[in-house]
């Protein structure tokens, strides 16, 4: 519809400025017509006078009388007799060269403003259109800005579609911040209350009755409280930006080696082993220490879903694109339902044991993404958990 519309306005448009150009041609031709009957007039004239010198002043005298008006009938013209045509000596009245001048001027002046008057119009529905479609931006509505021509507000339509767009995410990411604030900030709330409460418990059960059980379950809760602590505090950090990491070639064998050595009082404990084949150098550019800190907390994950005896294998790999670390457990896998929140800050799985508070595995992933990689976690065919993490070179 809009580009049938501009045919019609484009096509008003060269007809006005026709009209105007054949206006002011006949404006201008008879001029030169008039001329060109004078000089045909005078050269007849002069070459009479030329023959018959004595003829000079009944032709004068025949111009003057002309010069008013015709003096005979159309049909009693002599020179008709003698076969010329009207066409042959054609005269333009200014009657009729004023009534088809001003006739052309108007008709073309009529049609612009017109065609003017259409343009207006279409220029005024884009404009109540790109209203009204901030009117229900505003109000909560909106949706897509369908493209209905390429003309001025074409880029203006563009750029409001974008800003609108930059807006409603900018507002969707800060209702989702909001919302894990206030989650985070209860789940906070909940771990810190669970703890003092346990303390409060075991001080209430002491003052009762002295017992080294209540005064270890002290010990435990106040560690507990303390990684907390440390844990949050390096997540602020993650979030904030603040966190340094090195950029230093690290092997893998070494840092899955120290991640392991680290919790071999806990594998020790839970009766589980741990398999870290050595295929080589491997080198990856990444921060050794914080590397090591995300392995730990996945081995730590694979370690407390294994049953007493079991192992949490390791095993890596690297090509020209990724060096890739997998990590898998002898244990029954995850829950289905558990796969696509086991990143999730606070998130504690179904089959989650001891009084871990599921924070683990989201600092794992805000360090190794920091670090140009990924961390994706599946349940293997034997029904054993298993997680893949890529450190990409660029």
């Given at each position: ?6 045919i ?14 054949v ?9 030169y017509?008039?001329r ?8 007849i ?11 000079e002043?009944a ?6 009388e ?30 009729y ?57 074409s ?7 974008k ?33 003092v ?28 409280l ?10 602020s ?19 899955l080696?120290l991640?392991?050595?680290?919790l ?69 896998g ?61």
């Open positions: 519809m809009t580009g049938r519309k501009n019609v306005i484009l096509t008003a448009l060269v007809l006005s400025v026709s009209l105007l150009a206006s002011t041609t006949t404006m201008l031709l008879p001029n017509y008039n060109a009957h004078m000089q045909a007039l005078g050269e004239c002069g070459k009479i006078i030329e023959k018959q010198p004595e003829a002043q032709i004068m005298e025949a111009i003057k002309y010069k008013y008006g015709p003096t005979c009938l159309p049909e009693e013209n002599i020179i008709l007799t003698y076969g010329y045509k009207p066409s042959e000596f054609w005269k333009t009245t200014g009657q060269r004023i009534f088809f001048s001003v006739s052309g001027i108007l008709s073309g002046a009529l049609l612009f403003l017109i065609a003017c008057l259409l343009w207006r119009q279409k220029e005024n529905m884009r404009i109540k259109m790109l209203t009204e479609y901030l009117e229900k931006v505003n109000t909560g509505g909106g949706g897509v800005l369908l493209q209905e021509g390429e003309d001025a507000f880029k203006l339509q563009d750029e409001i579609y800003t609108v767009t930059e807006l409603r995410q900018t507002r969707e990411a800060a209702l989702k911040a909001k919302n894990n604030f206030a989650e985070n900030l209860y789940n906070i709330a909940h771990q810190i209350k669970t703890s409460t346990s303390i409060s418990l075991s001080m209430q059960m002491m003052q009762e009755n002295q017992s080294q059980k209540h005064l270890e379950q002290m010990h435990r809760q106040l560690s507990r303390a990684n907390f602590e440390e844990a949050l505090l390096l997540l950090r993650i979030d904030a930006g603040t966190l340094s990491l090195k950029q230093e070639d690290v092997d893998v064998f070494t840092v080696m991640a392991a050595d680290n071999q009082e806990m594998f020790l404990r839970t009766d589980v082993s741990v398999d870290i084949p050595e295929s080589g150098e491997m080198f990856f550019c990444a921060d050794i220490e914080w590397t090591m800190e995300a392995l730990m907390n996945v081995l730590k994950d694979c370690m407390e879903h294994t049953p007493s005896g079991g192992t949490v294998h390791c095993s890596y790999e690297q090509n020209p694109l990724y060096t890739q670390i997998k990590i898998w457990d002898t244990g029954s995850f829950a289905k339902e558990d796969i696509p929140h086991l990143f999730e800050r606070f998130y504690r799985g179904r089959k989650m044991k001891g009084d871990g508070i599921g924070i683990g595995l989201a600092i794992s992933k805000a360090i190794i993404e920091a670090q140009n990689g990924t961390i994706t976690a599946r349940n293997l065919i034997n029904a054993g958990a298993c997680f893949e993490i890529r450190f990409y070179s660029h």
